[in-house]
């Protein structure tokens, strides 16, 4: 007989990529982990909702230069900085994205204000410099993006220490479920590439019958993997998240010859995470924990 796992929510979960870390940025990731754990765990611990949590961990991180997301987001092969964001709830599964960002400093901030239009779910380019606009979320120059360690690093096309993809996945006390992930894409990448970041099943995806996550890595192979979506639906069989997280890169590895990591929680509370590269900060907070927790 099977007994009914505990609530342990809510839950908060972040990420701050998956690939090659430098050393000398090992204490600046974690920092900038901890204070997204914070920020989104002080809207959940007050009885706020998981959406606004995510987004609230994944603009703390997009304000971190060490990450590869918002403020030291990896540069084109033009040398621009050219951003993806998505945010999904649980609830109705309603989702928005955008892709190509250039002159706004939280791209999860935009996400967010394309879901609430409601019309579409991915805007890109141009049209989400006018949705910023109209919402009121503060622009850019998008030269204030661009950091001396990405300048040198695409002025001798060296792709050497890097991690790609900032997101948050959380559960909050009413059970609802939510995502949001956050990029610079890849390094050196051709003007106009859209990674997985925002495309809705694959680098985030959250039903509230399920669960939630992001995916971090290989882009490419985690959009063919629809991996997000992958992750999620195999949590329909009750399996805890921390298997899952493993069986899902496995199938990254496996059916898409790609390499990355993904975070997941369920609606009960349980989360897990995996991943297949040299290195993925992680950092969460569950009501039954005393302080929060980053591996870096």
């Known amino acids: 007989m099977k007994h009914a796992s505990p609530m342990l ?26 204070a997204a754990v914070d920020a989104g765990w002080r809207i959940l611990a007050d ?14 991180l997009e304000d971190a230069p060490a990450f590869n997301a918002g403020v030291g987001s990896c540069l084109t092969s033009d040398g621009t900085v050219e951003m993806d964001a998505s945010v999904m709830q649980g609830a109705g599964r309603r989702a928005g994205a955008v892709a190509v960002v250039c002159g706004v400093r939280n791209p999860v901030r935009l996400a967010r204000a394309v879901m609430e239009d409601g019309r579409h779910v991915l805007l890109t380019g141009v049209s989400t410099e006018a949705l910023a606009a109209a919402r009121g979320i503060a622009r850019c120059d998008p030269a204030a993006l661009v950091t001396d360690r990405q300048l040198e690093r695409w002025r001798q096309r060296r792709d050497v220490g890097s991690t ?47 669960g939630a996550a992001s995916a971090t ?12 979506k992958y992750a999620v639906d195999v949590l329909r069989d009750g399996s805890h998240p921390a ?24 609606p009960l509370g349980r989360f897990g995470y995996a991943y297949s590269t040299p290195h993925m900060t992680v950092g969460y907070m569950r009501s039954d924990l005393a302080t929060a927790l980053v591996q870096v």
């Open 164 to 210: 790609g993809t900032v997101g948050a996945t959380a559960v909050d006390r009413a059970g609802h479920v939510a995502a949001a992930t956050s990029t610079g894409g890849i390094f050196c990448k051709l003007p106009g590439r859209v990674g997985d970041s925002a495309i809705i099943g694959s680098g985030t995806y959250a039903d509230d019958a399920l």
């Open 47 to 60: 009885g706020g909702g998981a959406l606004d949590a995510v987004c609230a961990a994944v603009a703390v």
């Open 217 to 228: 890595g290989d882009g490419e192979a985690i959009m063919r993997a629809v991996l997000t």
């Open 243 to 266: 298997t899952v997280a493993q069986r899902t890169i496995r199938y990254l590895t496996r059916q898409a010859a790609g390499s990355g990591g993904i975070i997941i929680v369920d």
């Open 9 to 34: 929510r809510p839950v908060l979960l972040v990420h701050g990529g998956a690939g090659v870390a430098l050393p000398e940025l090992a204490a600046e990731m974690r920092v900038g982990c901890a």
